[in-house]
C-alpha cells in the first residue's frame, strides 16, 4: 500500500463507520500525528478526511477526545500554506467552531450547574447536566490544548473574504427575517451565522475587519426586528447570547 492509499483508507473510516467511537478516534487521532509532516498535510487534506470527520462529529458532538484528535487535525493540515489552500476547500471553518462553540456552551452548561443551590435543578436541567456527566471527559491540558490549536485554526482561515461571505449571509437573513417570523430553517440558519460571528470576532484581528467590512449593520438590523417579534421566538436561548457575545467582542476594541 502506497502513502497515499493509507491515508485515503484513514480518510474513509469515519465515512464508512460514523456511529463506531473507538474506530473513529483512532483514526483521527493517527491522522493528527501524520499531518504533522507538511508533504502529508496537503495528501490529508486533498483526502476527504477533514469533510468525513466534519461529518462524525456533528452527528455525535459528544466525542470530544475525537474532537479533539480532529482538531490537531487541523491545525497541522492548515500549518503550511500548500495545505492551507487544500484546506479552505473542505469548509473546516465550520468544523472548528463548531467545536469551539460546543465546548463553551458544555462549560456554561456544567458553571450553572454548579452554581445551582442544591435541590433547584427542574428536572430538563438535571438530564442536561447527566449528559455532561457522561460524556467524554477531557482534561484541563487537552481542553487547552483543543482551545488553542481552535484559536490557530480559525486565525489561519478566516481572511477578508470570508468575513465578507458572512456579511451577505447575514444581509440575506436580514431581509429575511419579518415581524413575527417564526419559521424554524430560519432561525437556526441564523443562530448557526450568529455563532460562528461571535466565535470568530473574539480574535481582534476579525472584530477590526468584521468592523471595516460593517458586518455589524445587517446584524443590529436583525437585533431590532428580533426586539419587536415578541418575547418569544425559536431558539431564543442560543441567538440571545450570540448576538451579545458579537457585539461585546466588537466594542471591546474601544
Known amino acids: 500500500m502506497c502513502i497515499r ?10 465515512r464508512n463507520n460514523p456511529d463506531n467511537k473507538k ?9 493528527g500525528m501524520l499531518a504533522t509532516d507538511a508533504a502529508a498535510a496537503k495528501e490529508i487534506a ?17 466525542w470530544r477526545r475525537a474532537g479533539l ?25 465550520a468544523m472548528a467552531v463548531r467545536m469551539l462553540n460546543n465546548e463553551a456552551e458544555r462549560e456554561l452548561a456544567q458553571s450553572s450547574a454548579d452554581n445551582k443551590p442544591e435541590g433547584e435543578e427542574a428536572n430538563g436541567e438535571l438530564e442536561e447536566v447527566a449528559q455532561v456527566k457522561v460524556m467524554d471527559v477531557l482534561s484541563g ?31 440575506k ?4 427575517l419579518k415581524p413575527n417570523s417564526s419559521e424554524l430553517g430560519l432561525f437556526e440558519e441564523l443562530n448557526d451565522k450568529l455563532g460562528t ?12 475587519e468584521s468592523l471595516r ?19 418569544e421566538f425559536p431558539l431564543k436561548n442560543s441567538i440571545i447570547p450570540n448576538l451579545i457575545g458579537m457585539f461585546s467582542n466588537l466594542s471591546n476594541l474601544n
Open 46 to 62: 486533498q483526502s476527504g478526511a477533514l469533510q468525513s470527520a466534519s461529518a462524525a462529529l456533528k452527528r455525535h458532538p459528544d
Open 69 to 93: 484528535s480532529a482538531m490537531q487535525l487541523l491545525d497541522g493540515t492548515t500549518s503550511t500554506p500548500e495545505s492551507l489552500q487544500e484546506v479552505k476547500k473542505t469548509g473546516a471553518l
Open 213 to 231: 467590512l460593517d458586518v455589524h449593520v445587517p446584524t443590529l438590523d436583525i437585533a431590532k426586528k428580533l426586539a419587536v417579534t415578541g418575547a
Open 141 to 171: 491540558k487537552q481542553l487547552g490544548e483543543l482551545r488553542n490549536a481552535g484559536i490557530r485554526v480559525l486565525k489561519r482561515l478566516v481572511d477578508p473574504e470570508e468575513i465578507g461571505r458572512l456579511k451577505n449571509d447575514m444581509a
Open 23 to 31: 474506530l473513529v478516534e483512532n483514526a483521527l487521532r493517527t491522522l
Open 5 to 14: 492509499d493509507r491515508y485515503m483508507g484513514l480518510a474513509e473510516v469515519p
Open 173 to 176: 437573513l436580514d431581509n429575511q
Open 197 to 208: 460571528l461571535s466565535t470568530l470576532t473574539s480574535l481582534p484581528e476579525v472584530a477590526e
